[in-house]
């Protein structure tokens, strides 16, 4: 305080008179205890006052919340020798709070000698405690804890590349030493809100897409919207009968979905709830209530948003392609992502070892945001990995001062395909595509395209052709147009509805609608294929030409399928059978040499639907567990994998603690199968 009094102007510890150095000196210890006593009684209160304010914005009012004492403090100085503007009481609070995170030994996410010698105390005295209260009854070991850290979007050859190129040296460790790495592979929709909710809960059942529109209920679903992970929790427990994967002391940290455990923090499903019952946010409580941590995070916030301001700036001179919009709210989004929700995510996993619980579960989301602007083999990307890598050294280290022993099982969700979008390839957006094969009016961009005039051609040809028909036939009706479609994108993959019916529309009813609209998506270059209900010949898949396949005969290594994996058919004909399928889904191009796809957002780097690298996840785990899989099988669909994690913590709690659950593609594993094998490489 004495420091910044003597070179900030407007910053003042002396009355008008002057002082000597010694009443200066006093008059700085009044200034700074009450600082001091402010923000130890009444940080925590303003803290916990605004837990219903979503992390983002309680990150940007730490610096005005921390002034604000400030000024507070120089108020009660005695003498009225303390003054400052609140611009510079603002500084000056921020530099003492950094001071204060760098020097002392409180909790930090950070890695030094102080912070670990804090851990070790922490651990010893609890364990007294424990001793002296016969908390842990005869004094046997506890059963080991288990740690699932998913690190969003990274796919299975990121996380080997990362590894052997030293961007994680403590994942490369671990495969060397401890663990086993095992490729598990998603559904057709590969994407967080269906893997993270069989992960977590056992189901995927009727989640097609991140984004779908429920006819019955007149609802569009998106799956990281609080109301809409809600209720897929709600789904997921009704279907399943049981509370998830965490229900027995676990804890969930990050995540779209709470697994049923009882300690939150940042969970989406639990995010629209008010008053008592939501304790998701006030699991943020315990770090934001340390203004050191505050501000040090706030810190490094600002510090993220004028580096995605300058890796964007640097991208556009270089006129690097595959490139997206990246201005707007995007730094600040990244941001978030990669500074206060790992922040805030890590140091509640710590805290949770530290606490003895018996499970962890918790999402790093910030690869996942970063790949999907930069691409996901960028140098922007591995700049995170190698953050996550610390991350996951921190939680390591933390272990070894935990009151039991843990297992840390690292995994991922889903990865990410590379690939322009196909707005930047074809010069209009899928739903211009759309439009114009309804014969709906479209952009001014879009008509001048390529694709938006074959596809208007096509619709004029094929209504003029409809009309003719119908004036043979004696009719007076012009053919039914019905409602606009409705086109949603998730990532490569895309649902078309049409809201003004209750059921699923056949092909032969969007025909008599739109006549060129099938015929137009199909034959479109950046259309891979398309699924759609035949009144003659069931669900069919589309390809070019007009390939009609029948489900029954949809094979991997025929068309339209060709070249996007073995699994793929399995998985159309399970998506097929949701209730809330889509009249139309559509997934886009795969080219199996590059890797590349096309998303149907301003995405260079993509998942939702099939092709390439967005549908191989990983799943790194010790090699004291038992094997995920057996010998020369294969770990397909989150739901198989939800089996693989429950057998795990039932190993841990030891014998008689839940039902046996034999390890995925044995004989024995009855249920443990999944429905349909989700793709995997050619």
């Known amino acids: 305080m004495l420091a910044l009094a003597g070179l900030l102007p407007d910053f003042e510890l002396q009355s008008p008179d002057g002082d000597s150095i010694t009443r200066t000196a006093v008059t700085a210890v009044w200034g700074a205890g009450a600082f001091g006593l402010l923000t130890a009684l009444v940080w925590p209160v303003v803290v916990r006052a605004l837990l219903l304010v979503p992390a983002l914005v309680l990150g940007m009012l730490v610096f005005f919340l921390n002034g604000s004492l400030l000024l507070i403090a120089l108020w009660l100085i005695p003498d009225g020798r303390g003054a400052a503007d609140p611009e510079t009481a603002v500084v000056v609070a921020a530099v003492m709070s950094a001071v204060a995170s760098a020097t002392s030994t409180a909790l930090a996410v950070r890695d030094d000698d102080a912070y670990r010698r804090r851990l070790y105390r922490l651990a010893h005295r609890r364990d007294r405690r424990r001793g002296l209260s016969g908390a842990e009854g005869d004094g046997e070991e506890q059963p080991p804890g288990t740690v699932f850290v998913q690190l969003d979007g990274v796919g299975c050859e990121v996380l080997r590349r990362a590894a052997a190129d030293g961007v994680m040296p403590t994942v490369a460790e671990w495969l060397d030493t401890t663990h086993r790495l095992t490729p598990w592979h998603t559904d057709w929709s590969s994407q967080t809100g269906a893997s993270q909710l069989g992960i977590l809960h056992g189901t995927t059942y009727d989640v097609p897409a991140f984004r779908w529109y429920e006819k019955d209920r007149g609802r569009l679903m998106v799956s990281n919207r609080p109301a809409s992970a809600g209720e897929l929790q709600r789904r997921a427990v009704e279907r399943t009968g049981d509370a998830g994967l965490l229900a027995s002391d676990g804890a969930s940290r990050g995540n779209l979905f709470s697994g049923g455990a009882d300690q939150l923090a940042l969970v989406l499903s639990v995010a629209a709830r008010r008053g008592r019952a939501n304790r998701s946010r006030a699991g943020y409580f315990a770090y934001f209530s340390d203004p050191a941590n505050a501000v040090r995070t706030a810190v490094s916030f600002v510090a993220e948003v004028l580096r995605e301001i300058g890796q964007s700036t640097r991208s556009r001179m270089r006129g690097d392609r595959p490139r997206v919009g990246r201005g707007g709210l995007y730094p600040f989004i990244r941001a978030f992502a990669t500074v206060v929700e790992r922040d805030v995510v890590v140091a509640a996993v710590m805290g949770d070892m530290l606490a003895g619980r018996s499970a962890v579960y918790a999402d790093l989301v910030a690869y996942d945001e970063v790949a999907h602007h930069s691409g996901p083999h960028s140098k922007d990307a591995s700049t995170v990995l190698e953050r996550l890598d610390r991350s996951l050294a921190l939680i390591a280290k933390v272990a070894e001062h935990a009151p039991r022993r843990y297992r840390i099982v690292v995994l991922s969700d889903h990865g990410q395909s590379p690939g322009e979008t196909f707005e930047a390839a074809y010069g209009l957006t899928l739903k211009d595509l759309v439009r114009a094969g309804c014969g709906l009016p479209v952009s001014r961009r879009a008509e001048r395209s390529k694709s938006g005039a074959e596809a208007r051609d096509a619709a004029r040809d094929a209504l003029r052709s409809a009309l003719h028909r119908t004036v043979d036939e004696g009719a007076e009706e012009e053919p039914p147009t019905g409602s606009e479609p409705m086109v949603l994108a998730s990532g490569n993959l895309a649902l078309i509805s049409f809201p003004d019916t209750d059921e699923r529309l056949s092909r032969e009813q969007i025909d008599r609608r ?137 190993e841990g709690r030891g014998p008689g603690h839940g039902p046996r659950i034999p390890a995925a593609g044995t004989d024995d594993a009855g249920a443990a199968e999944p429905s349909a094998p989700a793709p995997t490489s050619p």
């Open 514 to 650: 739109h006549p060129a609209l099938l015929r137009t998506l199909a034959n479109h270059p950046g259309i891979g294929f398309l699924l759609v209900r035949s009144e003659k010949h069931g669900s069919v898949a589309l390809g070019r030409d007009g390939t009609a396949t029948p489900l029954a005969e949809l094979a991997d290594d025929i068309p339209p399928l060709t070249g996007f994996g073995r699994g793929s058919a399995a998985a159309v004909r399970r998506t097929d059978g949701f209730p809330h399928v889509a009249d139309i889904m559509v997934n886009s191009m795969y080219d199996p040499v590059a890797g590349t796809v096309h998303a149907f957002e301003p995405q260079i780097g993509s998942h939702g639907g099939l092709g390439g690298e967005q549908s191989h996840a990983f799943l790194l785990s010790p090699a004291e567990l038992s094997a995920p899989v057996a010998d020369g099988a294969e770990l397909v669909g989150a739901e198989q994998l939800h089996r693989v994690l429950r057998r795990w913590l039932a």
